[in-house]
Every structure is written in structure tokens, then in C-alpha cells.
């Protein structure tokens, strides 16, 4: 059983340019989390998505941010405009059940690096 | 201070040594996970300890939970040289929006050989 996969594992853009994020849920799962590490910071929420539904963005940028988990496919974090203080280390959770007591499984990451 | 602050922020141990990290919160809670996170890695679920549980036990790993204090903490015994990594714990806030975790900064835990 395959865990959480996500890619690219690194990306770098220029300023200005888009970066999509991709991230597989563990067999099983259908709830996403995403979560947003700085350097020398712990890890911060930023939106939580079923199938199809965006459960709770509260945590995401108001602007340039988006997130969507389709049907078929992976979970996608989208950041348009990318500026520098977008750099960090982009973390997607799953888990079979979105409530209480489940465990979220992480995937390695994605670290975006804006030039 | 933010929820699921762990300290001491980096601790640095002999290897054969017991290390012990520990982590306060402030809202009431439903669960507290540790993870381990290795430098440029992604995040190891180690252990989830339940608001009702006191104790909990994984290998040579030991948390404990004392939401009277809204403090846990976590023991690993006859550390190893690959036991090296950040330590996070984190919280769900009990009552909405429980699967939104809350990290705190971390522990850098060296052991040496």
C-alpha cells in the first residue's frame, strides 16, 4: 500500500510564474489536508478537501491560492503569481475519515523555491 | 506562546541515552500526535495519544498526556544515532474543526554516536 505521493518533490520558479502542486491520497483515503512549512517552522493548516468539496480553506492565502481534489485524479494546489515569500516546503495529509482520532498520513513534500 | 509549542527547541544527547521532549497546548484537545521529521523529509507519524488516555507505548517510544496541565511529553529510551530528526507534536482543538492540526515548532534532537 502505497503512501502519500506527491510531485514534484522540487520545484522552482521565477517570480511571477505558476506552481502546481500535486499530491495522491493513500489507497483508501478520501479526505486531503494541506499544510505549509517555513523554514525553522512547524507545519500550518491550510485547507482540508473531500472528493469534489473544499471542507475548510481558512488557513489558505485569500489571494493566488486555490486548491481542488477532483473526482479521478490527485489532490492540486495551485499558487499563481508566485512571489518569494511563497518558498517553503508544501505538505499533503490524507486520512480514510475526516473525524476525530484519525490518524493523518504526510507525504515527503513538495519544496518550492521562487527565484 | 502557540498551541503544541514543543521545548527544549534542540536537545543533544549520547547515543544509549534516554531523550525527552516535551510540548504544552492551550485549547482543550481530542488527540496529540508526535511526528518525526528527518532534515528535508516529510513527516513520520509516530504515535497518537487519545484525550482520555494518560499513557501510551510504541517500542521504545513513551508519551504521556496530562490535559490537566495541557502538557505532553515523549521519551525515547536507548536513543540511537538514527533517531537524529525534528520532533513536532501536534493538537486537533476539540469541538469543530478537529482534523485541522496544530504544530508547534519542533524539537531538533541530536544523538551522537
Known amino acids: 500500500n502505497a503512501g502519500v505521493m506527491q510531485n514534484p518533490r522540487h520545484l522552482v520558479r521565477r517570480r511571477g510564474q505558476e506552481a502546481r502542486l500535486r499530491c495522491s491520497p493513500m489507497k483508501g483515503h478520501s479526505h486531503v489536508y494541506w499544510y505549509r512549512q517555513l523554514p525553522e517552522e512547524g507545519l500550518k493548516f491550510m485547507v482540508y478537501?473531500?472528493?469534489?468539496?473544499?471542507?475548510?480553506e481558512s488557513g489558505m492565502p485569500k489571494e493566488r491560492f486555490s486548491a481542488e481534489f477532483p473526482k479521478e485524479g490527485p489532490s492540486i494546489l495551485r499558487i499563481q503569481q508566485v512571489v518569494r515569500g511563497d518558498s517553503a516546503a508544501y505538505f499533503c495529509?490524507?486520512?480514510?475519515?475526516?473525524?476525530?482520532?484519525?490518524?493523518?498520513?504526510f507525504g515527503p513534500g513538495t519544496r518550492l523555491t521562487v527565484l | 506562546s502557540q498551541q503544541g509549542e514543543e521545548d527544549p527547541q534542540a536537545l543533544s544527547i549520547q547515543e544509549g541515552e534516554n531523550a525527552t521532549m516535551n510540548c504544552s497546548y492551550k485549547?482543550?484537545?481530542?488527540?496529540l500526535q508526535w511526528y518525526r521529521q528527518n532534515s528535508g523529509r516529510g513527516l513520520v507519524h509516530l504515535i497518537l495519544?487519545?484525550?482520555?488516555?494518560r499513557e501510551k507505548h510504541s517500542g521504545r517510544l513513551r508519551v504521556t498526556l496530562d490535559t490537566s496541565k495541557k502538557s505532553s511529553s515523549l521519551l525515547i529510551t536507548a536513543s540511537r544515532a538514527a533517531d537524529t530528526a525534528s520532533y513536532f507534536c501536534?493538537?486537533?482543538?476539540?469541538?469543530?474543526?478537529?482534523?485541522?492540526?496544530?504544530f508547534g515548532k519542533g524539537t531538533l534532537l541530536t544523538v551522537n554516536p
Open positions: 501536534a493538537t486537533d482543538a476539540s469541538g469543530g474543526s478537529n482534523y485541522k492540526l496544530t
Open positions: 478537501l473531500q472528493k469534489e468539496n473544499i471542507i475548510d
Open positions: 495529509a490524507s486520512s480514510p475519515l475526516g473525524e476525530d482520532g484519525n490518524e493523518q498520513f
Open positions: 485549547t482543550s484537545i481530542n488527540n
Open positions: 495519544i487519545r484525550s482520555n488516555e
